[in-house]
């Protein structure tokens, strides 16, 4: 079983609110990753972190920004949330070192943006 | 360069059949293959993976086949049952760089 854990499990919210969701692991891995899955079912990487104080974009653009301030704790923050933003949002963390290395996910985030 | 394309989009196969998803790759720089297995409301979880150096591997009753000349790799069930249904995702990477995920295929087996 995979420690890692996202919070809330479903936000439903208003437009233009600000939000966040929390992803936290205990395995001390340094990699973190953020994916955005549509209903379509595709895994679009949106944020990834290698360490404290390191985060880059990834392949899909998107309005959200991320911090990394604890090994640990890899939040996910929307400034003004838009019905666009409406999608379920995957938390994973992966140990530094091999590339062989598994990826843990969180159980996601289900955003719903009225 | 970077894709990885993976079909069917969805497959619906009877208990003890044996359902095929493949993937093919364009980066002839990766060199791990895993697959991945989602349930409904949860994450995805790995469910084998393969390097470019074997053909084939086997784990319990799933079986990744690895055709390296044609750039491809496919995942297959055997004896599959309803609890396999789930949507699968086969996965490509190089080095220490990120997975680059196939598209999904939402496999049903009925009963």
């Known amino acids: 079983e995979a420690d890692i854990y996202q919070t809330p499990r479903y936000l439903v919210i208003g437009t233009g609110k600000k939000i966040t969701l929390e992803c936290s692991q205990t395995m001390g891995h340094d990699k973190m990753y953020w994916y955005q899955q549509d209903p379509g079912m595709e895994l679009h990487l949106i944020h990834y972190?290698?360490?404290?104080?390191?985060?880059e974009k990834g392949d899909l653009s998107s309005e959200s920004t991320v911090s990394r301030i604890r090994t640990e704790h890899f939040p996910l923050t929307l400034e003004s949330a838009r019905p666009s933003h409406t999608s379920q949002y995957l938390c994973?963390?992966?140990?530094?070192?091999?590339?062989?290395?598994?990826?843990?996910f969180g159980p996601g985030t289900r955003l719903t943006v009225l | 360069q970077q894709q990885v394309k993976q079909s069917p989009q969805s497959l619906i196969v009877q208990k003890g059949g044996i359902p095929i998803i493949n993937c093919a790759y364009e980066n002839t720089a990766f060199d791990y293959f895993p697959w991945y297995q989602q349930f409904p409301g949860k994450g995805p979880a790995l469910l084998i993976a393969i390097r470019p150096d074997v053909s084939e591997k086997k784990e319990g009753r799933f079986t990744i086949s690895f055709n390296k000349s044609a750039k491809q790799f496919s995942l297959h069930i055997m004896d599959s049952q309803p609890g396999d249904s789930a949507t699968y995702f086969c996965?490509?990477?190089?080095?220490?760089?990120?997975?680059?995920f196939g598209q999904g295929t939402r496999l049903t087996i009925n009963p």
């Open positions: 996965a490509a990477s190089r080095g220490a760089q990120k997975l680059v």
């Open positions: 994973a963390s992966q140990k530094a070192g091999s590339s062989y290395n598994e990826q843990f």
């Open positions: 972190s290698y360490g404290v104080n390191s985060t």
